[in-house]
């Protein structure tokens, strides 16, 4: 079996309509049969898509500068992440967000034009599975195969999973890793910075210097600088900082309270993409049984025409079996007659 040929049946199953995927599989494979078998095997285990992969599909064939500007713009981000640039990555997340309404409207288009509109639910799933693009190069490479099986997503910490999210993953580049292992994330790495930058020299914390500063001995009096107190008192006026580990559970509990809510958002993707699955499975097999019923009724209609000309034959045969029988009499009883004439 050749991967080339199996690529180049693959990809034009995944370019055409959703609704004629099953049939179009079937005859691809049985085309391949005639050559090779085991191509044809592999090309009857090709997936059908989910709604929201055929609709992303769609979209890098039909329009591949999408899907490149995304990707563009996450090669930017992650290099504003590595380089810890708070103010590019908050204009690199504008920038992102209308990016990705912009793609959603246009792979909507796209479907729309290959005669399929798709849902807001699905056009959530198109979204979810673009912002993955946008943070992982294996993501971006998957979605630009046009060979997507399912919707992606990423967490924002590990890279996105792509098992069995892609038809011949084999044929897909080799994605370097998107962040080096035992690196925290971005958002972590940069709330460490903040922290170690407003840590004095030395690693005190300004509650240390103020302690510190009661220890030290006031001169006598006309023998050394001003006394300390109004300094001290001038420290206890001001508004006190929140301490770094208080600032770091904050932060740490938004980020959860996010992956909670992105978790809950994912699962309800999912679900809404296994319904959507469902139905076009059931429509699908819907289609199949009643092809099958009619193709089963017009073959019992041919055993009983077959079986009445069987019938019909074997009687003509028996009438011609006797008809031959009493002319084969006939015509010895001629003979005989003859012979005595004859003789005579």
Do not use: C
Not at 187 to 216: D, F, I, M, Q, Y
Not at 217 to 245: D, F, I, M, N, Y
Not at 263 to 272: D, F, V
Not at 317 to 342: H, I, N, P, W, Y
Request: proline share 7%.
């Amino acid at each position: 079996m050749e991967d080339e040929a199996l690529a180049d049946i693959a990809n034009r199953l995944y370019a055409g309509a959703l609704e004629d995927f099953i049939a179009a599989r079937a005859a691809a494979a049985k085309e391949a049969a005639g050559r090779d078998k085991d191509l044809a095997a592999a090309v009857r285990g090709l997936p059908k898509p989910s709604v929201a992969a055929w609709a992303l599909n769609m979209l890098a064939r039909q329009r591949p500068d999408v899907p490149a500007r995304l990707g563009d713009l996450g090669a930017r981000m992650r290099a504003a992440q590595d380089s810890l640039d708070a103010a590019a990555l908050r204009e690199l997340g504008r920038e992102r967000r209308t990016m990705l309404a912009d793609a959603v409207d246009t792979a909507r288009a796209v479907a729309r034009e290959q005669g399929r509109p798709i849902s807001d639910a699905m056009a959530s799933d198109v979204e979810e599975t673009l912002r993955a693009l946008t943070a992982d190069t294996g993501a971006a490479d998957a979605v630009a195969s046009g060979r997507l099986l399912k919707v992606l997503s990423a967490d924002g910490v590990n890279d996105v999973d792509l098992d069995g999210a892609v038809a011949l993953p084999g044929l897909l580049p080799a994605a370097p890793p998107n962040r080096a292992a035992g690196t925290p994330p971005p958002a972590r790495r940069l709330a460490s910075k903040k922290t170690a930058e407003a840590k004095p020299p030395g690693g005190e914390t300004p509650a240390a210097n103020v302690a510190a500063s009661k220890t030290r001995t006031t001169p006598p009096h006309g023998t050394g600088p001003t006394p300390a107190k109004p300094r001290l008192e001038a420290v206890r006026q001001t508004p006190r900082p929140a301490s770094p580990p208080a600032l770091e559970r904050a932060r740490a509990a938004l980020a959860e309270a996010r992956e909670a809510e992105e978790a809950a958002s994912q699962l309800a993707g999912g679900l809404r993409e296994q319904e959507e699955q469902a139905r076009a499975d059931i429509a699908d097999l819907q289609q199949e049984t009643a092809e099958l019923r009619s193709r089963l009724k017009a073959a019992e209609e041919r055993l009983d025409r077959s079986r009445k000309r069987l019938a019909t034959t074997a009687a003509e045969a028996k009438q011609a079996a006797r008809a031959a029988d009493k002319a084969s009499r006939t015509a010895m009883l001629a003979q005989e007659r003859v012979l005595r004439l004859g003789s005579n």
